[in-house]
């Protein structure tokens, strides 16, 4: 004989296998609305929103953070590389004849300074002032050799100098860098830092170290606030 079947309820068995309280609803809510990237995360959301909820305050710290976060896409990088060359050209009144422009990267394999650089060269061509491959050194350690050369080659004479990158944290790794390549060449220049984005207190040490510099996204400290 078989044995009875156990009668069952479907009201008996939860919605969520991890319910959420009402303030991390409309912290997801909330979050979906502002932030377009994270609603393709909605897993991965909701289990950092529940553990973050687990200690005091980390609940609208996560939630801030989030808020905060900086994700630019193709179109920004444009936006940014056009505002550079018209920064370089316009701004600083830097020249084709006297300016190269050079990715911070000391080492020697592919890295995104060069991918940066690389995005910059159509948005100088753009400015119809004589821009072209010659202006443009994809490493720290290329520079360094081609600066300390006696010739009247662009990039052995160029008094001027804009260092390119994507972002900058700290600015301590910037500082080294402008520091070795004025250690490691002969020729003297006008160091320029460009920027696509950097955090706010990365740019107090820049001031020292540049002739100028620009930065087309300042984010705050976020956490350490």
């Not at 390119?164 to 600015?171: A, K, N």
Request: hydrophobic share 40%.
């Amino acid at each position: 004989m078989n044995a009875p079947m156990k009668a069952t309820n479907d009201m008996d068995e939860p919605l969520l296998k991890n319910p959420f309280s009402l303030d991390q609803f409309f912290a997801r809510f909330g979050l979906a609305i502002e932030v377009e990237w994270v609603r393709d995360k909605r897993n991965e959301l909701n289990e950092l929103l529940s553990e973050c909820s687990k200690a005091p305050g980390g609940l609208e710290l996560i939630c801030r953070l989030i808020k905060d976060f900086e994700m630019s896409k193709s179109e920004d990088f444009v936006a940014s590389g056009t505002a550079i060359a018209h920064t370089v050209c316009n701004t600083w009144n830097l020249k084709a004849e006297n300016t190269v422009i050079v990715a911070l990267n000391r080492s020697n394999y592919s890295d995104s300074s060069e991918a940066f650089l690389w995005h910059l060269k159509p948005r100088f061509e753009e400015m119809n002032e004589n821009w072209s491959v010659i202006n443009f050194v994809n490493s720290m350690g290329a520079f360094a050799s081609e600066h300390s050369k006696v010739s009247d080659r662009v990039v052995s004479a160029a008094p001027n100098v804009v260092f390119v990158d994507e972002f900058s944290g700290t600015g301590g790794t910037i500082k080294r860098q402008i520091g070795w390549a004025k250690s490691n060449t002969t020729n003297p220049f006008q160091p320029y830092l460009c920027l696509h984005a950097s955090m706010s207190v990365a740019q107090s040490l820049f001031e020292p170290e540049f002739v100028d510099f620009y930065s087309h996204l300042t984010l705050g400290r976020g956490i350490s606030d």
